[in-house]
């Protein structure tokens, strides 16, 4: 069976089902009133997610074996999921979704894999789903942690010796009380 899905650039899905015509409609009622950006994307159902499912799960893995656990704990994850996004370039990418709550953001933090470049895309969404800040494009499995780290929770100004202080205690903290 064939699914049709309308997403926005940001991703959101404001259709998803199998009647072709529904989608092409609110695709056009979305980019009349928003001007743009919505585009329909057929696939088959099991393999869309099992997809989204897979790079989801290695990416996550890939943070963890690589980033203290620490380090993790500070960006106050509350919940990942797996999905498809836009990335700048209006590919369309699978991608593991955190929900994160750190000192710098709170909000969504997507992790899309670009399979024919075999790197990750990594960009900050609050938690309306608007974008925040730019796309970083060539991100390596190995460089995953410490990009995710200064976007949500380290401090630029900050040593090193200070910043594993401050995010055992902020991991502490999280963990007991949050």
Known sequence: MKK??????????IYSGTDYEEALYQRDEYN???????????????????TAVNTAKT???????????????????SGWGAGWIFNANDCYLPCL???VSGLIHTGRVIIAYNEGSD?????????????????????????LGSLIDSLVERPKDMSD???????ELDS???MVFE
Do not use: M, P
């Open 119 to 143: 790197v990750y895309e990594v960009a900050l969404y609050d938690a309306k789903g608007n974008r925040k800040g730019d796309w970083h494009t060539d991100v390596y499995c190995d460089e």
């Open 172 to 174: 502490f903290y999280k």
């Open 97 to 99: 979704i955190l929900d």
């Open 59 to 77: 990416a996550l893995n890939q943070i963890i074996a690589t980033t203290d656990a620490n380090i993790i704990c500070s960006w106050g994850v």
């Open 32 to 50: 009349y009133e928003y001007g743009g950006g919505a585009k329909v994307h057929t696939c088959k159902v099991d393999d869309a997610k099992e």
């Open 4 to 13: 049709f899905k309308v997403l926005t650039s940001d991703g959101r899905c």
């Open 161 to 167: 010796e200070d910043y594993k202080e401050l995010s």
